[in-house]
């Protein structure tokens, strides 16, 4: 299910924005303190290609749209009215109750991004292994995924909804169930700038973006 609200996604908004000001401010320093440093025409030129890059990416971030979701903790399993917590509604709050997806979605740096039919019990590695895995510029230490839910289980950082901590190949372990996506997001080997960017499960779980954010972003 998916509740969304008018008020939320305008201060996700506002923080997206106010991330981006940030992340154009350090474009424009680092860009001046490598302008300076620069030695040869090469140099300069390289430091001019940085910053467009920079840019640009943090022009594709504006555009990205939160969509004011609220992230319910619901169980799985959950079913019936009572499943829901008690929450005060506002004008213009939705509730969308879907039919339930019939697939597993695998995004990013994979050999085969595709929909993958859900079988009941498999598991982050299983789903890859269809998808071929990362490839040879996916950054299989930043895997994460995208519940349908909303929430977001990184394996970096586990999901305090959850609350586990994965390290390292227990990540793979984990059970997806229908609606999910799995995203591996490019190896950033860019400026600091860009590096900043590089952990996309922190975009998307700080600013409620959604799986179409990840087009944008990429």
Not at 72 to 85: E, Q, R
Not at 127 to 134: F, I, N
């Amino acid at each position: 299910s998916e509740f969304t609200r008018d008020s939320v996604r305008r201060q996700q908004k506002q923080r997206l924005d106010e991330f981006a000001d940030e992340l154009e401010s350090q474009i424009s320093a680092n860009s001046t303190a490598n302008a300076a440093s620069a030695l040869t025409e090469r140099d300069a030129a390289a430091a001019v290609s940085s910053a467009n890059e920079s840019r640009a990416v943090v022009a594709r971030l504006r555009k990205a749209e939160p969509n004011g979701r609220v992230v319910l903790p619901l169980k799985p399993d959950s079913a019936g009215v009572d499943a829901l917590p008690d929450i005060a509604l506002q004008d213009n709050d939705r509730f969308v109750v879907p039919r339930i997806p019939s697939v597993v979605n695998v995004e990013g740096q994979v050999y085969n991004a595709n929909a993958f039919l859900y079988v009941r019990g498999r598991r982050v590695k299983d789903y890859l292994r269809l998808a071929g895995g990362a490839n040879r510029i996916g950054d299989h230490s930043r895997e994460f995924v995208l519940r349908a839910d909303g929430s977001v289980v990184s394996k970096n950082y586990g999901s305090f909804i959850e609350h586990t901590i994965f390290a390292g190949h227990d990540f793979d372990d984990v059970v997806l169930y229908p609606g999910d996506t799995i995203v591996v997001p490019p190896i950033i080997q860019k400026s600091a700038v860009l590096r900043n960017l590089s952990d996309i499960s922190t975009i998307l779980e700080g600013f409620g973006l959604g799986a179409a954010a990840i087009q944008v972003l990429r």
